[in-house]
């Protein structure tokens, strides 16, 4: 999950924001277009059940712009991310879509699914929908990006029931995720439901190093000795070019401090103290590791994980940081053979020994907007029987090079059960956490990300940088 952010679009949420808290009954207002089923020709003693089931005749339809049949009488509006909906480019993605979609409608038959058409800009997208939420617009359900989820909450339906329904407990996610799904706490609402996730590690070339640094001191010292045992190689990389994931890939390290980057008013917690000297140590990070020279300062021109992965066949790296969704990337590249016997993952080195290891997770969540109690019913099912549930979670996240959400989804799926990778990667997500979600944030990362490519480049230090982000952030 990495995404673009700037004070544009601060000030784009925060007007959504303000504008959603402009009228008596948010969730009324939300509700203005939502029409109920239409379901007048199933005749007045027609149980639910029956209307769901009858068959409106014709041929179904799994497409971009129609899944079910057109003469259907319930009609559903989905804005699904579109990386992962009929319109991906994946064809393995689109094949499982393909076949979930063909089964949910065959049980329901008289149910037909119109998708919303959006761009791959999911920040964007998710300023659009709140935008639709505050107009009355909003489709019947959406996948909404779990940092942004908090910030459409008051507009959620609640998805107890549906995952009761399905055997899914609110028990089995990982806690990080808790509190975005369950808002109020235990005993709450549900929410969302969080279907993907991915989380930051440290990649490492396991057939040179015997232990991989559990420290960042620890980390430039074997970076050193790769690069004498090895000459042409460099020690490590990572992203620094001006984007979220210059932050988002690195916020572990802070964390391991034990320091939120934000207070309870949103103000930011390290503008004194020891939180101070903890975000120093964290700007340091970026200062001492092309200091020492095992991180070139070409890394400002990787805005991106994948810009940096190209040079992975060349043996030319020891090290790099990255998400969890580089196993598949770079197996793709070097062929999965190669991967494993070359590659070791492990957790985001700490400041100092015997710190607890964090790292940031991402990831998506479904959340059905609609009021109409049948609508909603149906919505909820439908993406759960696509994503979630116990026939599905496994299968998409192993197709779409997904992390499951679930503890048991790990335990239950082979492709996660043999699979090593995984297996740490689960752990990580025990001790990870999620960016604030909100608008202080977004400024205070684009804040991050210069002050990053100033370190790496040499235009600043990490002291000069910190103060500058307490001044124009700090409040």
Request: overall charge negative.
């Amino acid at each position: 999950m990495k995404k673009t952010f700037s004070y544009a679009l601060a000030a784009v949420m925060t007007l959504t924001l303000l504008l959603s808290g402009c009228g008596s009954n948010n969730k009324d207002n939300a509700a203005q277009n939502n029409t109920p089923a239409n379901t007048s020709g199933s005749g007045a003693n027609a149980s639910n059940e029956d209307i769901i089931k009858k068959h409106p005749g014709g041929q179904m339809i799994i497409s971009p712009q129609l899944i079910g049949y057109q003469e259907a009488e319930i009609e559903l509006t989905w804005q699904p991310n579109p990386s992962q909906s009929l319109e991906a480019t994946s064809p393995a993605r689109v094949d499982y879509l393909t076949k979930k979609m063909k089964a949910w409608i065959e049980e329901h038959p008289n149910v037909k699914i119109k998708p919303i058409s959006t761009s791959n800009n999911s920040t964007d997208n998710m300023a659009k929908l709140q935008l639709k939420l505050a107009e009355g617009t909003a489709p019947d359900v959406a996948a909404v990006d779990s940092f942004m989820m908090p910030s459409v909450a008051e507009y959620a339906q609640p998805l107890n029931d549906a995952m009761a329904a399905k055997g899914i407990s609110i028990d089995d996610y990982f806690p990080f995720m808790l509190s975005t799904m369950q808002p109020d706490g235990e005993g709450g609402d549900i929410l969302s439901d969080w279907y993907t996730t991915d989380v930051r590690a440290l990649y490492y070339r396991k057939d040179l190093i015997s232990a991989p640094p559990a420290t960042v001191d620890e980390l430039i010292s074997t970076a050193k000795k790769l690069q004498e045992d090895n000459p042409g190689m460099t020690g490590l990389i990572y992203v620094a070019g001006r984007n979220e994931g210059a932050v988002n890939n690195h916020l572990g390290i802070y964390w391991s401090e034990g320091f939120p980057l934000l207070n309870d008013d949103n103000s930011i917690a390290f503008g004194e103290g020891e939180a101070k000297t903890a975000m120093l140590n964290f700007l340091s990070f970026f200062e001492n590791t092309v200091k020492e020279g095992v991180t070139p300062q070409r890394v400002v021109e990787f805005d991106k994980e994948s810009n940096m992965f190209g040079d992975l066949t060349t043996d030319k790296y020891g090290m790099f940081i990255a998400s969890s969704s580089a196993v598949p990337q770079i197996k793709e590249i070097v062929g999965a053979d190669t991967f494993e016997q070359k590659w070791g993952i492990a957790e985001l080195p700490v400041i100092h020994a015997g710190d607890t290891a964090s790292s940031s997770a991402g990831g998506w969540t479904n959340v059905v907007f609609a009021t109409d109690k049948q609508k909603a019913e149906l919505a909820a099912d439908f993406v759960l029987s696509l994503y979630s549930d116990d026939a599905a979670a496994g299968e998409w996240c192993e197709i779409g090079g997904f992390l499951p959400t679930r503890r048991s989804v790990y335990d239950n799926t082979p492709a996660f059960a043999e699979d090593a990778y995984a297996k740490q990667f689960a752990s990580y997500l025990n001790q990870a956490q999620s960016r604030p979600p909100v608008s202080e944030y977004t400024a205070l990362s684009s804040e991050l990300q210069v002050a990053i490519g100033e370190i790496v480049t040499g235009t600043s230090t990490a002291e000069k940088a910190l103060e500058n982000i307490i001044k124009k952030v700090g409040k």
